[in-house]
């Protein structure tokens, strides 16, 4: 099931093994395939990064995850997307310094997938996010931001959109009565800049990009649908270093 717009899947738990995603290498493969299926062509590969470990013990598990991921991708038959690492990074207090953050950009680009504190934020949280991009000249992309918003200060929450980040929700959002409403808002005020699936497998948080860009083109929102395309694909051709 294709929709008519080309999008990059920049949110995504597909690698074997890593976190709470997929399990193994063919639950994996199952999963790319109905990305395919629902017309993604390129999708980010975005296990969960915690500083329980090291930064190069992440990378190392991994790149070891990929690499067993795409030996098995070599004898498959069915088509697949193309694949980009990055990361999913837990926010935590003076993360800007962090010496090699950027080593957890999605690819070679600039941006960061980050998953914020799970309680009202406040000055100490608008200050290092407003450091990320500052200071290390890295582009915060605000994952699931609709999970955070009922803890959220309107003026705060205002002061931080305000920076120069990104904000991402996912296509889930759109797919159920009781919040649809409110993530359609989102798209049309600007809010919201990047729509993603963050999906873990292909039962209880599957691919859904299709099908929440089907529901926004019955709402007539196609001017808004062909933004959030070409900006994935934006960022997707900066971390693949495609032309």
Known sequence: MENSYSFCDLHSHILPGMDDGCQTVDESVQVLRSCYEQGIRKICATPHYYPVESVDEFLARRDASAQELHKALEKETMPVPKICLGAEVAYRPGICYQEDLDKLCIGSSQYLLLEMPFHQWGEEVIRTVRGISNVRGITPILAHIERYLPMQEKEVLERLLDQEILVQ??????????????????LINGTVQLLSSDCHNNTSRPQNISQAVAYLQKKGMDAVLEELSRRSRRIFREATGEK
């Open 169 to 186: 929700m996912n296509a889930a959002r759109l797919l159920h009565f009781a919040t649809r409403g409110q993530a359609r808002r989102l």
